[in-house]
């Protein structure tokens, strides 16, 4: 069952006089009105599991930095914890073409893309269980120092051979997991992070690119940037349309979709953050 209601806004009138009659019109003339609602609400599942979604009919251009990102702390680890937090960055090359496929002057805001951001309410027989927040569409730069990361990160890999999968997860322990990850690499037998056989600690991916990839090479937006918490386990659906479900483990979930395909040398060898800043603080931000 799905049921949406759209809301576009309210006109409130107190005119004593009315000097104009409303008209029905015709429906080839309504044919031709288009238009986006500011705020629609989406109601999805049955009555023992239900899923409320509330998006806001907005697009955002961003560059913002934050010091410490902490999700799920318990003491003895956080399901997130990310520093120097940073969407969008600062140009550094007028000639490079950035995601968006502009160019930019030196010391210009490259902004992150967030579109129709929205929340999600996950209710199991009466009871909320979970919650998410994201963009159904976005598109930029993503830097940090992930430190410990539980969800999903869209980056695939290519070893040796030319073949390209999806990269894979690790914990500090060298075992692969999507919950407290401190490391990504090679899904294969021969992966070892504590040599950085096939593999590095995500600290060393100071940016990401978010956006999805195109055959052109060029970058299109996407879809399905979220993070979530959720007491126990909930199958979120995707945000483009296609049905496809995302898994998410009780606790924090972050899900990151990223146009980034590297091979093997480039992932050890990390990759560097853009720059954020416009004073150098020595701190790696400019």
């Known amino acids: 069952m799905r049921n949406r209601l759209a809301l576009a806004g309210m006109l409130l009138f107190s005119a004593a006089t009315a000097h104009a009659e409303l008209k029905p019109i015709s429906d080839d003339e309504m044919a031709s009105v288009s238009g986006q609602a500011m705020i629609a609400v989406d109601v999805d599942g049955t009555a023992a599991e239900r899923f409320t979604r509330i998006t806001m009919g907005l697009d955002a251009e961003i560059q913002t930095n934050i010091d410490n990102v902490v999700f799920g702390d318990t003491g ?4 997130v914890a990310i520093s120097q937090l940073s969407l969008g960055h600062i140009s550094t090359d007028a000639a490079k073409i950035q995601l968006d496929g502009q160019t930019y002057a030196v010391n210009d805001i490259v902004p992150f893309l967030g579109s129709d951001p929205y929340f999600e309410l996950a209710e199991q027989n009466g009871e909320i ?37 999806d990269a894979q997860l690790f914990g500090a322990d060298g075992v692969a997991t999507s919950l407290r990850a401190t490391h990504i690499g090679l899904n294969d037998a021969a992966t070892d992070c ?36 959720q007491k126990e386990a909930v199958d979120w659906t995707s945000t483009d349309g296609t ?44």
């Not at 569409?137 to 890999?157: C, K, N, P, V, W």
């Open 76 to 79: 003895d680890g956080s399901d």
């Open 129 to 165: 269980i979970g919650f998410r927040m994201g963009f159904n569409e976005a598109r930029g730069t993503l830097s940090g120092d992930i430190d410990s990361f539980s969800g999903q990160l869209g980056l695939q890999l290519v070893d040796d051979a030319g073949n390209v999968s």
């Open 243 to 286: 049905g496809d479900i995302i898994s998410a483990n009780p606790g924090v979930f972050l899900n990151i979709p990223t146009a980034m395909q590297l091979d093997i040398q480039t992932l050890q060898n990390g990759i560097p953050r853009a720059r954020t800043e416009y004073i150098d603080r020595g701190v790696g931000l400019f």
């Open 194 to 229: 504590s040599t950085g056989a096939q593999c590095t600690a995500l600290s060393n991916l100071k940016t990401l690119d978010i956006g999805k990839a195109n055959e052109d090479g060029t970058v299109d937006v996407a879809t399905n940037l979220f993070f979530s918490f």
